[in-house]
């Protein structure tokens, strides 16, 4: 009986202390109940300024989780940290947490970590540009490494779509939310660098990719053009560049996709399927419902590899590993 009872506790004990490590939704109502109000605040102000900074602020939460999971590591300015990565490239927007960081510590010293915040301000970020609301759980801590090498394999640019389907796979997400999660695109900007063989010299023949919408291609061209500056930025989805919507998966169906990535869902099978399911005659009804099942793939994402309990820490700095 006594081994019987030792178990019993034993197993008590890990059951409370796994539960009390995961997140949960109002973590900090009590320890810092105006947190989420400061973190939207820092993004509305920031939105306002530059409507370009919701997309950017999405990216973060994005790239952060796909290296050592959502734990802020991305934050880090340092020489050789995983901002230093190719594979990071145009992130932008730090400054945006670091001010909502600030306003938390003189509020809540020492209470609300840089990757909630990061996970919070994607959330708010998405609801500025007129998308679904909803709860984010929190209660993550921040990671005490950040390296250069550990994003290597962040899903690129230049990925093929089964690539793609494998590195989402690594992460425990689905081929459905690697089709939701590149939705977010639809408040999403790109450089003409990332266009340039698409649109003069696609293999194997060269010239333009063929899957662009001829309606498209000269406008394309038009704002990169050959020999240009590959800087110059321009919207991933046409004609709603700044509202959260499903018209970026319409404009992958009708070949109006600016990132060969982007255009690949709809020539592979399984992803094409799943674009065409959000606009079947009873979707968002019946059938799927993209902005509920955008939040779900979105949630999921920011669970990625989280440090919760006595795992991480509450860094002051964002920027910098205490």
Same mark, same amino acid.
């Given at each position: 009986?006594?081994?019987?009872?030792?178990?019993?506790?034993?197993?008590?004990?890990?059951?409370?202390?796994?539960?009390?490590?995961?997140?949960?939704?109002?973590?900090?109502?009590?320890?810092?109940?105006?947190?989420?109000?400061?973190?939207?605040?820092?993004?509305?102000? *920031?939105?306002?300024?530059?409507?370009?900074?919701?997309?950017?602020?999405?990216?973060?939460?994005?790239?952060?989780?796909?290296?050592?999971?959502?734990?802020?590591?991305?934050?880090?300015?340092?020489?050789?940290?995983?901002?230093?990565?190719?594979?990071?490239?145009?992130?932008?927007?730090?400054?945006?947490?670091?001010? *909502?960081?600030?306003?938390?510590?003189?509020?809540?010293?020492?209470?609300?970590?840089?990757?909630?915040?990061?996970?919070?301000?994607?959330?708010?970020?998405?609801?500025?540009?007129?998308?679904?609301?909803?709860?984010?759980?929190?209660?993550?801590?921040?990671?005490?490494?950040?390296?250069?090498?550990?994003?290597?394999?962040?899903?690129?640019?230049?990925?093929?779509?089964?690539?793609?389907?494998?590195?989402?796979?690594?992460?425990?997400?689905?081929?459905?939310?690697?089709?939701?999660?590149?939705?977010?695109?639809?408040?999403?900007?790109? *450089?003409?660098?990332?266009?340039?063989?698409?649109?003069?010299?696609?293999?194997?023949?060269?010239?333009?990719?063929?899957?662009?919408?001829?309606?498209?291609?000269?406008?394309?061209?038009?704002?990169?053009?050959?020999?240009?500056?590959?800087?110059?930025?321009?919207?991933?989805?046409?004609?709603?560049?700044?509202?959260?919507?499903?018209?970026?998966?319409?404009?992958?169906?009708?070949?109006?996709?600016?990132?060969?990535?982007?255009?690949?869902?709809?020539?592979?099978?399984?992803?094409?399927?799943?674009?065409?399911?959000?606009?079947?005659?009873?979707?968002?009804?019946?059938?799927?419902?993209?902005?509920?099942?955008?939040?779900?793939?979105?949630?999921?994402?920011?669970?990625?590899?989280?440090?919760?309990?006595?795992?991480?820490?509450?860094?002051?700095?964002?920027?910098?590993?205490?």
């Amino acid at each position: 009986m006594a081994f019987i009872s030792f178990t019993f506790v034993l197993s008590l004990i890990l059951v409370v202390t796994l539960s009390s490590a995961q997140l949960r939704v109002n973590f900090y109502s009590r320890t810092c109940p105006t947190a989420e109000f400061i973190v939207l605040n820092a993004v509305v102000t *920031a939105v306002r300024s530059d409507p370009t900074m919701a997309a950017a602020l999405l990216r973060i939460h994005y790239h952060d989780c796909f290296v050592q999971g959502c734990d802020g590591s991305i934050l880090i300015a340092k020489t050789g940290s995983e901002r230093d990565s190719p594979s990071h490239a145009g992130l932008r927007g730090f400054e945006v947490i670091e001010n *909502a960081k600030t306003t938390l510590e003189a509020m809540c010293p020492g209470v609300v970590s840089c990757s909630d915040i990061v996970a919070l301000a994607a959330r708010d970020s998405i609801v500025v540009s007129n998308g679904p609301n909803y709860q984010v759980p929190t209660g993550r801590r921040d990671g005490r490494v950040s390296a250069k090498a550990d994003a290597s394999n962040m899903p690129d640019a230049a990925d093929p779509i089964q690539v793609l389907k494998k590195k989402f796979s690594e992460k425990g997400l689905s081929v459905t939310d690697l089709v939701l999660l590149s939705a977010a695109h639809t408040i999403g900007t790109t *450089a003409c660098f990332f266009l340039e063989n698409r649109l003069y010299n696609f293999p194997p023949r060269g010239g333009a990719d063929p899957s662009i919408n001829p309606r498209f291609l000269p406008e394309l061209q038009g704002i990169c053009p050959k020999n240009g500056d590959v800087n110059v930025r321009l919207g991933l989805d046409r004609g709603s560049q700044f509202a959260f919507d499903k018209n970026f998966l319409d404009n992958v169906r009708q070949g109006f996709a600016v990132l060969q990535t982007d255009a690949e869902l709809y020539q592979d099978v399984s992803t094409k399927a799943i674009v065409d399911s959000y606009f079947g005659f009873l979707s968002g009804l019946l059938g799927p419902n993209f902005n509920g099942d955008f939040v779900k793939s979105m949630v999921k994402m920011g669970q990625i590899g989280v440090k919760t309990g006595t795992d991480g820490v509450i860094r002051k700095n964002c920027s910098v590993l205490d």
